[in-house]
């Protein structure tokens, strides 16, 4: 009998540290996971406070600033795009347009026709950055040349570039190569045409391609993004308060190492 509670005790002790290790490891795993949760709120705060900062010296007013916010979310949803790519995308034109004839809806029509073509062409969250870079480029540059062309915008998925951009201004690609390699394009001439071609060329299959597997995908994606931002935006001023009440003790501990060296 002894022998026989011997092990059922044994077989219990067993049990409970087993028990106990399990929860253990669900306890490690749920601080775990709270940690990264927080880190991800807390980049997204940092993130959406310098987006809406760009936007609103981009286009002169905080309140605009919002709205182009709420716009790019929007157009992004709609269309499948990857959303932190669109805003990036979107940020870039706006201040590199800035006191241009084409700030405001050109800049709107810009990032549409690009967000089009990213859509049908199923390009990548690298791709769709790379595409907004070289218009953003053309931009800030005054001039269209070669290198965004045919090297940024091909490489970023967007087939028939060329052809699309010679087309776009009536031309045919032999002429168009001269007249871009002459450094004669203005980008402020060819960027609103460019854009209306690529609507042109692609929005016969953007139903289907807003509905594919990559658009759903993103849509999910930027459904996380959202949570992270909005609870970002509300726990923004108990992030401020706890650096600062951190930065008063890292004062007070260097003014005591002071201290004592003295």
Same mark, same amino acid.
């Given at each position: 009998?002894?022998?026989?509670?011997?092990?059922?005790?044994?077989?219990?002790?067993?049990?409970?540290? =087993?028990?106990?290790?399990?929860?253990?490891?669900?306890?490690?795993?749920?601080?775990?996971?709270?940690?990264?949760?927080?880190? &991800?709120?807390?980049?997204?705060?940092?993130?959406?406070?310098?987006?809406?900062?760009?936007?609103?010296?981009?286009?002169?007013?905080?309140?605009?600033?919002?709205?182009?916010?709420?716009?790019?979310?929007?157009?992004?949803?709609?269309?499948?795009?990857?959303?932190?790519?669109?805003?990036?995308?979107?940020? &870039?034109?706006?201040?590199?347009?800035?006191?241009?004839?084409?700030?405001?809806?050109?800049?709107?029509?810009?990032?549409? &026709?690009?967000?089009?073509?990213?859509?049908?062409?199923?390009?990548?969250?690298?791709?769709?950055?790379?595409?907004?870079?070289?218009?953003?480029?053309?931009?800030?540059? &005054?001039?269209?040349?070669?290198?965004?062309?045919?090297?940024?915008?091909?490489?970023?998925?967007?087939?028939?570039?060329?052809?699309?951009?010679?087309?776009?201004?009536?031309?045919?690609?032999?002429?168009?190569?001269?007249?871009?390699?002459?450094?004669?394009?203005?980008?402020?001439?060819?960027?609103?045409?460019?854009?209306?071609?690529?609507?042109?060329?692609?929005?016969?299959?953007?139903?289907?391609? =807003?509905?594919?597997?990559?658009?759903?995908?993103?849509?999910?994606?930027?459904?996380?993004?959202?949570?992270?931002?909005?609870? /970002?935006?509300?726990?923004? /001023?108990?992030?401020?308060?706890?650096?600062?009440?951190?930065?008063?003790?890292?004062?007070?501990?260097?003014?005591?190492?002071?201290?004592?060296?003295?």
């Amino acid at each position: 009998l002894d022998t026989a509670m011997g092990k059922v005790n044994r077989s219990t002790n067993t049990t409970s540290n =087993s028990l106990l290790s399990f929860g253990n490891i669900i306890k490690g795993a749920a601080i775990a996971g709270f940690g990264l949760l927080a880190k &991800g709120v807390f980049d997204s705060a940092v993130q959406l406070e310098a987006l809406t900062n760009q936007l609103g010296f981009a286009s002169g007013s905080m309140q605009q600033g919002a709205q182009d916010l709420s716009y790019v979310r929007r157009t992004a949803n709609e269309m499948g795009l990857e959303l932190n790519a669109a805003q990036s995308g979107f940020v &870039g034109l706006s201040a590199s347009l800035k006191g241009t004839s084409l700030a405001g809806q050109g800049v709107r029509d810009i990032f549409e &026709g690009m967000s089009m073509a990213s859509t049908v062409n199923h390009m990548t969250t690298e791709q769709q950055a790379q595409a907004f870079k070289a218009l953003t480029d053309m931009a800030g540059k &005054g001039v269209v040349s070669m290198e965004e062309l045919r090297g940024q915008l091909g490489d970023a998925g967007l087939k028939g570039a060329f052809k699309i951009a010679a087309d776009s201004m009536n031309m045919t690609t032999a002429d168009f190569n001269t007249f871009v390699s002459q450094g004669k394009l203005a980008s402020d001439v060819f960027l609103p045409r460019f854009a209306a071609q690529l609507k042109k060329e692609f929005s016969g299959g953007m139903e289907l391609a =807003s509905g594919s597997l990559q658009a759903n995908v993103n849509r999910m994606s930027n459904s996380w993004t959202l949570i992270k931002q909005t609870l /970002g935006s509300g726990l923004g /001023g108990v992030f401020a308060s706890g650096m600062e009440g951190v930065q008063r003790v890292f004062g007070a501990i260097n003014q005591g190492i002071d201290y004592l060296k003295a």
